[in-house]
């Protein structure tokens, strides 16, 4: 054999090789984005959730029951739950071009419950226990003086991350949703 014809085999060879790798890599790469994928889904899928129940009159405040959910495999520990309300303002321009401006409730007052029924405020020392959510814990919240119709801002934040809800309190029954929509950015 020449010269030529033996740099010829290892070229072929050096291509073979080349190839058989760009496959294996090609391959790594689907098992990986599956893997990526599935390890997403089953992220989003065990994120907690909280959902306002319903809000009772008393005397001077207003009783607020919430459901938290906790999906994942994970125990959550509530850490904090505030209460924001929208702040009013009277001119109409700056109402339609200034984003929501949030003011946090600082006297508003929660806890949380396996008794649904209790409207009397509990402290951290009686209810610690419940603070451990293991899969869903009612909380309750009480909020000083009468409500209008303007929208509220709810955060709660675990040991698992946050949630942040806006809705408005009024005292009609609250029924299931009839859709549901969730949506996500990639970045």
Not at 76 to 105: C, D, G, Y
């Amino acid at each position: 054999m020449d010269e030529n014809s033996i740099r010829d085999i290892i070229s072929l060879l050096g291509l073979g090789i080349s190839l058989f790798l760009l496959a294996i890599h090609i391959k790594n790469r689907q098992t990986q984005l599956h893997s990526y994928q599935l390890a997403r889904a089953v992220y989003r899928n065990s994120e907690i959730e909280l959902r306002y129940l319903n809000s009772e009159r008393l005397e001077d405040e207003v009783l607020l029951k919430f459901a938290f959910f906790n999906p994942g495999s994970i125990a959550a520990i509530i850490q904090s739950f505030a209460i924001f309300e929208q702040v009013k303002t009277n001119n109409p321009f700056l109402r339609f071009f200034r984003p929501r401006e949030w003011r946090r409730i600082e006297n508003a007052c929660w806890w949380p419950t396996e008794n649904a029924d209790q409207k009397s405020q509990k402290f951290l020392a009686d209810e610690y226990a419940n603070l451990y959510v293991k899969d869903q814990r009612i909380l309750l919240a009480k909020i000083p003086g009468p409500r209008d119709g303007r929208p509220y801002r709810f955060e709660i934040r675990t040991s698992l991350g946050g949630k942040e809800i806006e809705t408005t309190i009024d005292e009609r029954a609250i029924h299931f949703s009839y859709h549901y929509a969730r949506w996500y950015h990639n970045d």
